[in-house]
Structure formats: structure tokens, C-alpha cells
């Protein structure tokens, strides 16, 4: 079934749907980037593809044409109506009417999806953390997705760009204007592969690492021993022991660097110092375990 802007407004009707702007619900209208969208994510017959917000089904039906088994997650009970009768014909579909951040996940092969853009954050994060995948092909707000692929020193680099690369790979796959959305978007879109990092640096305690960038980058714009310094009065620990981190990251940093410029190497140096300090002691454990 073609899923012109016509049939668009008509399922939309019938189905008493009314886009809501805060969710960033928008309906992919054209087929081509569908297609294309389809293509990378380099399906087969055996194939099991998780997709997250049906919406109206068209990139669902191009899915169901390749994979073979097709899941979706949609929260809308009047889209999952919706989303049924288009993929009447389909076989290899299950739709599970949830929250995708709360129902499980199941396990698949990839994970292909135009993403709910209210849900972005947390649901990348959820899918790096729970899923198991081989690769993820998804569609963002361009202008959160510029913040996924920032380079340290560059303007989006922020704290969700280190939360991000620290688990994933990201890399930009193509531009979707806003215009092949109905209703158009204020902004246009990215389409994304997202892998799991699997190599690079990567700190003795995962939970210390989240716990740092948190903490610093709530001052993105600081030198890291202005922000290390704030960061520790907030939490009730000795300013003096700031000195005694950059001490001991003598030779990777002095402590002049904007939070900006860090990449994950010189963090994943500041988490495991962190991790020995409290080791020993001199910091409390965030975790809430006796050192």
C-alpha cells in the first residue's frame, strides 16, 4: 500500500490521530528514503529487525518486505490499529503496543527506526545499554544528531556526546529534510549507524566514568580544573584533592584544558583516577559502597 501524503491524512482521520508537535510526531512520506534507509541496514530472509514508533507504517512495510521477522514497538493503541491494517498482508510482522522504555526488548539483529524524537535520549541510551543487536540504523533531529557525531573541541561537543561515544560508534549515513515528513518538522533529520564500541579506552568502572562526565559537564564551557573544583564543593569533598587528581594525571593533563577539548581517552584517565581515590578512601563512593 503507497502511503501518499493523501492516505497519510486519510489513516490520520480515520484513526482520530492528531500529530502531536511535543512528541516531535512527524510521518516519513517519502518512499525513497525508506528505501534507502532499508538498503544500509543490509536485510535478508533471516533477519530479525527491531523498529521503535510504527507511526503510519512506511518505513514498517519496507521492513516486512526484507526481514525476516519484523518487530515494532508503538505506544499509540490508534496507531497500532492503524499499523495493522496496513501490514495486513505481512506475515513476519509482530506489533507490541508499549512503552519502548519500559516493554522488554527483544533480541534481533538489527535495529532500524525513524526514532519518536521526544524519546531520543533515552532510548538510544536504553538500546546501547540492554539491547542486543549488531547494528542499529536510526533517524534523529539533525541538530541531536550533530550532537552524537561531535568531534572534541567542535561547538556540539557536550556531555551527550561523551555518554554516546563512549558506548557506540556513530556515523552519519544521510540527510532527510524536513520536508519528507508530514507534518513538516521545523528542522530537518540524520540518519545514522550506531555499532557498539568495541575497542578504544575504556575505564576500570563504567559507573565512575558516567559518574565524572556528570559531574564536570555541567560546566561545559569551564577549564577542567575550574570544573573539578566546582563540581567537588558540590559534593562536599576536600577542594584540595583536585590538585592531587591533576597531579596524578601529570603528562596527559595540567588541568587547563576546556571540557570541550577532552576526548575519551584523558576522561577515561580522570574516571580510573577518581576510581583510585576512592580506593583509598579520599573520595566517598558514589555507589554507596564503604571504600
Same mark, same amino acid.
Given at each position: 500500500?503507497?502511503?501518499?501524503?493523501?492516505?497519510?491524512?486519510?489513516?490520520?482521520?480515520?484513526?482520530?490521530?492528531?500529530?502531536?508537535?511535543?512528541?516531535?510526531?512527524?510521518?516519513?512520506?517519502?518512499?525513497?528514503?525508506?528505501?534507502?534507509?532499508?538498503?544500509?541496514?543490509?536485510?535478508?530472509?533471516?533477519?530479525?529487525?527491531?523498529?521503535?514508533?510504527?507511526g503510519l507504517g512506511m518505513l514498517s512495510e519496507k521492513l516486512a518486505e526484507?526481514?525476516?521477522?519484523?518487530?515494532?514497538?508503538?505506544?499509540?493503541?490508534?496507531?497500532?490499529?492503524?499499523?495493522?491494517?496496513?501490514?495486513?498482508?505481512?506475515?513476519?510482522?509482530?506489533?507490541?503496543?508499549?512503552?519502548?522504555?519500559?516493554?522488554?526488548?527483544?533480541?534481533?539483529?538489527?535495529?532500524?527506526?525513524?526514532?519518536?524524537? %521526544?524519546?531520543?535520549?533515552?532510548? /538510544?541510551? @536504553? &538500546?546501547?545499554?540492554?539491547?542486543?543487536?549488531?547494528?542499529? $540504523? =536510526?533517524?534523529?533531529?539533525?541538530?541531536?544528531?550533530?550532537r552524537l557525531i561531535a568531534e572534541p573541541g567542535s561547538f556540539n561537543y557536550?556531555?551527550?556526546?561523551?555518554?554516546?561515544?563512549?558506548?557506540?560508534?556513530?556515523?552519519?549515513?544521510?540527510?532527510?529534510?524536513?520536508?519528507?515528513?508530514?507534518?513538516?518538522?521545523?528542522?530537518?533529520?540524520?540518519?545514522?549507524?550506531?555499532?557498539?564500541?568495541?575497542?578504544?579506552?575504556?575505564?576500570?568502572?563504567?559507573?565512575?566514568?558516567?559518574?565524572?562526565?556528570?559531574?564536570?559537564?555541567?560546566?561545559?564551557?569551564?577549564?577542567?580544573?575550574?570544573?573539578?573544583?566546582?563540581?567537588?564543593?558540590?559534593?562536599?569533598?576536600?577542594?584540595?584533592?583536585?590538585?592531587?587528581?591533576?597531579?596524578?594525571? %601529570?603528562?596527559?593533563?595540567?588541568? /587547563?584544558? @576546556? &571540557?570541550?577539548?577532552?576526548?575519551?581517552?584523558?576522561?577515561? $584517565? =580522570?574516571?580510573?583516577?577518581?576510581?583510585?581515590?576512592?580506593?583509598?578512601?579520599?573520595?566517598?563512593?558514589?555507589?554507596?559502597?564503604?571504600?
Amino acid at each position: 500500500m503507497l502511503l501518499t501524503e493523501d492516505r497519510i491524512r486519510s489513516l490520520l482521520r480515520k484513526y482520530n490521530v492528531r500529530p502531536d508537535k511535543n512528541l516531535g510526531q512527524s510521518f516519513l512520506v517519502n518512499p525513497a528514503v525508506a528505501r534507502k534507509i532499508v538498503d544500509v541496514a543490509n536485510l535478508d530472509s533471516d533477519t530479525r529487525v527491531l523498529e521503535i514508533g510504527g507511526g503510519l507504517g512506511m518505513l514498517s512495510e519496507k521492513l516486512a518486505e526484507y526481514a525476516g521477522r519484523v518487530y515494532i514497538i508503538e505506544i499509540d493503541k490508534r496507531l497500532v490499529l492503524a499499523l495493522r491494517e496496513i501490514l495486513n498482508d505481512f506475515s513476519n510482522v509482530d506489533i507490541i503496543q508499549g512503552d519502548a522504555l519500559a516493554v522488554d526488548i527483544p533480541e534481533v539483529d538489527r535495529v532500524v527506526s525513524n526514532l519518536p524524537y %521526544s524519546i531520543s535520549s533515552p532510548i /538510544t541510551f @536504553r &538500546l546501547l545499554e540492554e539491547g542486543k543487536f549488531q547494528f542499529a $540504523i =536510526l533517524m534523529y533531529q539533525n541538530e541531536f544528531a550533530q550532537r552524537l557525531i561531535a568531534e572534541p573541541g567542535s561547538f556540539n561537543y557536550s556531555r551527550l556526546s561523551v555518554d554516546i561515544q563512549y558506548l557506540a560508534r556513530i556515523q552519519e549515513i544521510m540527510n532527510v529534510p524536513a520536508t519528507d515528513f508530514y507534518p513538516t518538522p521545523a528542522v530537518d533529520s540524520l540518519v545514522v549507524r550506531v555499532d557498539h564500541r568495541r575497542d578504544g579506552s575504556f575505564a576500570r568502572n563504567k559507573c565512575i566514568f558516567f559518574w565524572l562526565v556528570h559531574g564536570i559537564y555541567s560546566y561545559p564551557n569551564k577549564v577542567l580544573r575550574k570544573a573539578l573544583r566546582i563540581w567537588f564543593k558540590n559534593l562536599g569533598q576536600n577542594g584540595n584533592l583536585v590538585d592531587e587528581v591533576i597531579e596524578r594525571a %601529570s603528562g596527559a593533563l595540567d588541568g /587547563t584544558e @576546556r &571540557l570541550r577539548g577532552l576526548n575519551q581517552e584523558l576522561i577515561v $584517565i =580522570l574516571a580510573d583516577i577518581l576510581l583510585e581515590l576512592i580506593e583509598e578512601g579520599k573520595i566517598a563512593d558514589p555507589r554507596g559502597k564503604s571504600s
